[in-house]
């Protein structure tokens, strides 16, 4: 028998959910996840995913993947520090620290993960945290994690990062005091001003933290946001995942030697949860390798989402002030936002809906991540239809 408390708790709170149209339905794939899906056995346009380069379905990457499988196995066996660290492990360290022009790296399950291993290995309840008010949750729960004092700027408001950042170094109050911003911010597009953040850090010695999921293989020839603005050897924290352009599965570090020594030690989620599988590894190299090989992908990417940007703007829909290949289409009512969206879909497009608590009240948009994968034909039928729902809904 189940506990009563809990059974109540679960259908009070999810019946609130649905009743306020916050209750997200989970869509399986019957296909890969590629620019196009195949749901219910519709075949639809995909919008929605961050294989902004179309790698999670790479041949080359899946033989890479397959020859590893062959020799290692499918589970590394072990955590890192007991015998789950293969060769495989160190050669996509190695690899990664060559991809950030840092002098080694150290790789995570996850970028969720990364998160919560990285920041509570250095900071503590003596120290304080500036963190942007529109950092990625994970960093949000690192940094509680951490214990250490969370102190929020306005977003991307350099200024008030000064301010906040005068005082807590001056407080006397914390041992070391960090900024952590994200360098590509998903909802909007937006870049993070990484010259000013490393300049307020140079002045007041702030540990600087960034985690670029949303930047590496999109920004800086693929490097990433730091790389994109020449910082690569002033920024202590890079942060990068594997499951974005990288295509496959993971996270990573990438710093001075003495920090990854350190979140050897030190990091919790290094320490306790099984490494990567040798299949997802042998991947995530090889996508790391081919990013520093050619730009050809970044490309075809910036390529495809110049193209749809324009188109959208054309047809008047507000796109917002994104600077990367994010894409929102901004409708504002939350109703209105989720009709638009259903309707996409009745039509073959698959962008999400994305709303308040997730984005500001009356901001509600639709997101489009245009991908490398992506042909013209398919960004002309996802325009037709755009300008199809946007006039029969009066929103252009
Ligand atoms: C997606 C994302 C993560 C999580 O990465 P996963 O590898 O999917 O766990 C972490 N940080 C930011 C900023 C992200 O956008």
Not at 82 to 109: C, D, M, P, S
Not at 150 to 162: E, Q
Not at 168 to 190: E, H, R, W
């Amino acid at each position: 028998m189940s506990s009563k408390v809990l059974t109540q708790f679960l259908q009070a709170n999810l019946q609130d959910l649905k009743d306020k149209g916050l209750y997200n339905e989970i869509d399986p794939l019957e296909s890969a996840n590629g620019p196009v899906i195949t749901i219910d056995g519709r075949e639809l346009i995909n919008l929605s995913s961050n294989n902004y380069l179309g790698l999670a379905t790479d041949p080359r990457l899946k033989e890479a993947a397959i020859e590893a499988i062959q020799t290692y196995g499918v589970g590394a066996g072990a955590v890192r520090t007991i015998n789950g660290t293969l060769k495989l492990h160190v050669e996509l360290e190695e690899t990664l620290a060559r991809f950030k022009n840092t002098e080694a790296a150290i790789a995570y399950q996850s970028g969720f993960n990364c998160n919560m291993a990285a920041i509570s290995a250095v900071m503590d309840k003596n120290d304080a945290i500036l963190s942007d008010e529109l950092n990625h949750a994970s960093i949000i729960d690192g940094c509680r994690l951490s214990k250490a004092k969370i102190i929020r700027f306005n977003h991307s408001d350099m200024d008030d990062l000064r301010q906040k950042a005068k005082e807590a170094t001056q407080s006397g109050l914390y041992n070391k005091v960090m900024v952590i911003t994200d360098g590509v911010f998903s909802m909007d597009g937006d870049i993070a001003n990484l010259p000013e953040i490393v300049k307020i850090a140079e002045e007041f010695d702030l540990i600087t933290y960034v985690d670029d999921a949303h930047g590496s293989g999109v920004l800086g020839n693929g490097a990433g946001t730091v790389k994109h603005f020449g910082l690569s050897d002033k920024v202590d924290f890079q942060i990068g995942t594997l499951s974005k352009a990288i295509g496959v599965v993971g996270g990573y570090v990438a710093g001075k030697r003495e920090l990854i020594d350190w979140l050897k030690v030190r990091s919790r989620p290094f320490l306790f949860s099984t490494a990567l599988t040798p299949g997802d590894v042998a991947a995530a190299k090889k996508a790391i390798e081919i990013l520093m090989d050619s730009s050809e992908l970044q490309q075809k990417l910036w390529d495809n989402a110049n193209y749809l940007k324009k188109g959208l703007k054309q047809l008047g829909f507000d796109i917002g002030d994104s600077e990367t290949p994010i894409t929102p289409c901004i409708i504002g009512n939350e109703v209105q936002t989720q009709q638009f969206s259903k309707r996409l879909n009745e039509e073959g497009v698959y962008a999400k809906a994305i709303v308040f608590p997730t984005v500001p009240r009356g901001t509600g948009r639709v997101r489009n991540m245009p991908t490398a994968a992506h042909t013209k034909e398919m960004l002309d039928r996802v325009l037709e239809i755009y300008g199809k729902v946007g006039k029969e809904m009066g929103i252009i």
